[in-house]
């Protein structure tokens, strides 16, 4: 679904991403571990096309089309998704009208008919139900006021309402307790079929606990340095990122 | 001259920099260019004025060649040559239709291209679930419609264009005229006392909530023509109105003057909902033509309990000079101001409130919400003052600034005058830009780059927005984002 090869990316003068390369099939649920400044989420910001993230070298392609060459909107439109590690918070925007403003941008970059208000609040609140998130979350400003978890289950319910091919979450496990991981890993577990496919950034196994990826790679000053299967994530665990790449 | 100006809407659209800007070719009936005596007796008996209001006029217009231009404010434009304006000019088939199938049908025609429902069935702009609104149409310096009369008249309201209330009602426009701006307040109400052509006239009888919304529609059309309109609201003991101001003129290259003054007298327990879109012509990116806005609005609270809310989404002008005011005579009287202003390219606004606290117990809002970009200049003016007979006072004023680019201005100017010592003011204000991680955040849900920030503007101003009535919030909301466009990057 999306190769990333030779990738090289740079923020302001210093290089993240020197010759990264990433295959990711539909189906699958790759995970990227790696320590602190490995560039993990240079590389969601990338794949997202970021402005103040600049591509020396390298290519995405997303289907069969060249990915670096899109506008944000239009990768999104292409059926991508950024789970975000710190969501934002945008006063005077209610969650509804945010998701709904989002849902039906993506639907015209496709070329179909924006959603109608009732259909939209099923499938809203539908989601927002096996997420377990309160309805009246739903009206509140996006994330304004939202603790940790509330911010990352939020993600999870915009992930799911927009249903992309390709979401790559960053970090979404962090700043979640025991029971909010659990929910936030049924909503990404829900995500996972034949069509699509999941590149999760995390720092530690216990996500991997409950979303069992087919891949783990080990991310070092940016570069891929090693892969494997789930195995992998928990010799990193026990052994630490020095010891195994 | 149809087909260019034809031509001129279709690249207006085209561009949506601004909807509005095409001409009605209509033939209209003009007062000789520039200002003197005669002319302000020849509106006068274009209007049929009783004497008193001719004396009334004259009155003014030698008090205003007395006045000055007032140099306070923070905007800069060329002197107006105030000889080379039209002070009237009307269309010549507008006169006093008695029905709606007798207006001009291209004046209909004109209205409806602005979304404006003239026909009683039609509901503001197509937005669904819109309840009635009542209109009175302002094209140039007349009336030419006025809906739901009949209705109206039912419930005893009074709503008619302010010409007809000085022939059929003139105890109360003599009542009530010039009582709460008077004549001599600033050179540009002086002006508007003068030569005033029409505006619509509203009252409110004891303890009626009036059954719908009304409204008036401002159209400037004919060129070198200034508009001086003339409002008057009078909400006796426990009623309550809410009433819409809208207005768009054509895209020309010259600058037009527009200077209205709106008079609200709210009496005991009587509540005004004031709300004004405003969307005259701003000129082009190059600061070429539009307009002149100087506007003097004014509510006296005079009754206890009183309460009168001004509402303003300000997008459009050149240069903007409007302090939508409340004096608060009676005890526990209320006056709130909410408002958001726009401006882009080359506009200047100068704009804010005015809360005169002389009752006990009065309180007063103000929520400013300023976006700037362009090279536009914007000003936040505003004054709370506290008399001393006023006890128990209480004010809380926001002021909140979003910046757009490194080339615009943002500028607060808050004046607080406290003669009593019971008094609680407070005041808030803070500039921001829209953060790096906002936008990204939108753009990564498939939002385009001017739709996030329409949608992050929009949020800004959700406490002023969510204070307009729903049609006119729906109209606003698009007005800020086709306001912004181009404003990124």
């Known amino acids: 679904m999306i190769t990333i090869k030779n990738l090289h990316a740079k923020v302001g003068d210093s290089e993240i991403l020197k010759g990264l390369d990433l295959e990711i099939k539909a189906g699958e649920v790759h995970a990227i571990m790696g320590p602190n400044g490995a560039g993990k989420s240079t590389l969601a910001n990338t794949i997202l096309g970021r402005s103040d993230y600049e591509v020396t070298e390298g290519s995405i392609t997303f289907e069969g089309k060249d990915l670096l060459s899109l506008e944000t909107y239009e990768r999104v439109g292409e059926g991508i998704f950024l789970g975000f590690q710190y969501p934002v918070e945008i006063p005077g925007v209610s969650n509804l009208n945010f998701l709904r403003t989002a849902l039906n941008s993506t639907r015209r970059y496709r070329g179909e008919e924006d959603m109608s208000a009732a259909e939209f609040m099923k499938i809203v609140r539908a989601k927002a139900k096996d997420l377990k998130m309160d309805p009246e979350m739903l009206k509140r400003f996006v994330n304004v006021g939202f603790s940790g978890g509330e911010k990352k289950r939020n993600e999870t319910v915009q992930m799911a309402v927009l249903n992309p091919k390709f979401a790559v979450l960053d970090e979404t496990d962090s700043g979640l307790d025991i029971d909010a991981l659990r929910i936030v890993s049924d909503g990404i577990n829900a995500q996972r079929r034949d069509d699509t496919a999941i590149l999760m950034i995390t720092h530690y196994q216990r996500l991997l606990d409950y979303v069992k990826p087919d891949v783990v790679h080990v991310m070092v000053d940016g570069r891929i340095v090693k892969s494997g299967g789930s195995e992998l994530a928990l010799e990193l665990e026990e052994k630490g990122y020095a010891d195994v790449a | ?489």
């Open chain 2, 1 to 489: 001259m149809a087909g260019t100006a034809e031509a001129k809407r279709q690249v207006a659209e085209a561009t949506d920099e601004y909807k509005y800007g095409f001409v009605t070719d209509i033939e209209s009936e003009f007062a000789p260019k520039g200002l003197n005596e005669d002319i302000v007796r020849f509106i006068s008996a274009k209007k049929n004025d009783p004497e008193w209001l001719l004396d009334w006029r004259l009155k003014a217009y030698r008090a205003w060649l007395k006045m000055k231009n007032p140099v306070w404010a923070n905007v800069e434009f060329p002197p107006i040559d105030f000889n080379d304006i039209y002070y009237y000019a009307a269309p010549k088939t507008a006169d006093k239709p008695k029905s709606l199938d007798e207006v001009d049908p291209q004046l209909l025609e004109t209205y409806k291209k602005l979304g404006i429902p003239l026909a009683e069935q039609e509901v503001l702009a197509g937005v669904e679930g819109a309840r009635k609104i009542a209109v009175d149409a302002v094209f140039d310096s007349v009336s030419v419609a006025t809906t739901f009369r009949e209705e109206l008249t039912k419930a005893g309201v009074i709503f008619m264009s302010i010409s007809e209330a000085v022939q059929e009602h003139p105890e109360l426009i003599k009542k009530y005229l010039g009582t709460v701006v008077p004549q001599r307040d600033n050179y540009f109400a002086a002006l508007n006392c003068a030569v005033f052509s029409d505006g619509t006239f509203v009252y409110i009888p004891k303890g009626v909530r009036c059954p719908m919304e009304l409204s008036t529609y401002f159209r400037i059309n004919a060129e070198n023509t200034g508009q001086f309109e003339r409002t008057l609201i009078v909400a006796d003991e426990g009623s309550y109105v809410s009433y819409l101001e809208g207005c768009t003129a054509p895209m020309r290259d010259e600058n037009q003057l527009h200077a209205a003054v709106v008079e609200i007298v709210a009496l005991g327990d009587a509540e005004v909902k004031y709300s004004t879109v405003q969307n005259w012509y701003p000129g082009d990116k190059d600061g070429k033509g539009g307009i002149y806005n100087f506007v003097t609005k004014r509510a006296l609270c005079k009754g206890n309990n009183s309460k009168v809310s001004w509402t303003q989404v300000e997008t459009g002008s050149a240069v903007t000079w409007k302090y939508p005011s409340c004096i608060l005579m009676g005890d526990n009287s209320v006056g709130e101001f909410y408002s958001v202003a726009v401006t882009n390219n080359h506009q200047q606004a100068d704009t804010g409130t005015k809360m005169i606290h002389m009752g006990k117990n009065t309180s007063s809002l103000i929520i400013s919400k300023g976006i700037s970009t362009g090279v536009s200049n914007q000003t936040y003016r505003g004054l709370v003052k506290v008399m001393p007979s006023a006890d128990g006072v209480r004010n809380f004023t926001q002021c909140d600034s979003l910046l757009l680019s490194d080339t615009c201005g943002a500028h607060t100017v808050p004046y607080i005058e406290v003669k009593n010592p019971t008094a609680q003011i407070e005041h808030e204000a803070t500039t921001s830009k829209i953060s790096e991680d906002q936008l990204f955040y939108c753009l990564a849900r498939g939002l385009g780059e001017e739709e996030a920030v329409a949608m992050i503007v929009n949020g800004f101003c959700k406490e002023v927005m969510q204070q307009l009535p729903m049609e006119f919030a729906v109209e606003a909301q698009k007005l800020l984002g086709i306001s912004l466009e181009g404003s990124v990057g």
